[in-house]
Nanobody, 124 residues
Framework: VQLQASGGGLVQAGGSLRLSCAVSGGTFSSYAMGWFRQAPGKEREFVAAISWNGGSIYYADSVKGRFTISRDNAKNTVYLQMNSLKPEDTAVYYC??????????????????WGQGTLVTVSS
């Protein structure tokens, strides 16, 4: 299973970005998927997760109401729409696949495949 994240970039505070994560190999439609981020000098943290069919979604409190996770099983892709971005959202964003679970999880160790990360920089 391979994950390819894209869509990062430089944006002003208050702006929007949409991250994409294309998954190849395996059976994407049966995986729970998640997004995590790691800011400079900090540990990686959970951002959002979605069940295999999109019916169950979790968000970190810090992004709730601003970020939206979604998936298109026909395109083997999971998305993270980020609105009202803040400088504290600056981080490398990683997508991850939990190939053993269909329900979303916030726990990093439950994810067994990871993308390479895409950098999001929010200027003030």
């Amino acid at each position: 299973v391979q994950l390819q994240a894209s869509g990062g970039g430089l944006v002003q505070a208050g702006g929007s970005l949409r991250l994409s994560c294309a998954v190849s190999g395996g059976t994407f439609s049966s995986y729970a998927m998640g997004w995590f981020r790691q800011a400079p000098g900090k540990e990686r943290e959970f951002v959002a997760a979605i069940s295999w069919n999109g019916g169950s979604i979790y968000y970190a409190d810090s992004v709730k109401g601003r970020f939206t996770i979604s998936r298109d099983n026909a395109k083997n892709t999971v998305y993270l729409q980020m609105n009202s971005l803040k400088p504290e959202d600056t981080a490398v964003y990683y997508c991850a696949a939990d190939t053993y679970g269909v329900a979303p999880t916030t726990l990093e160790y439950e994810y067994d495949y990871w993308g390479q990360g895409t950098l999001v920089t929010v200027s003030s």
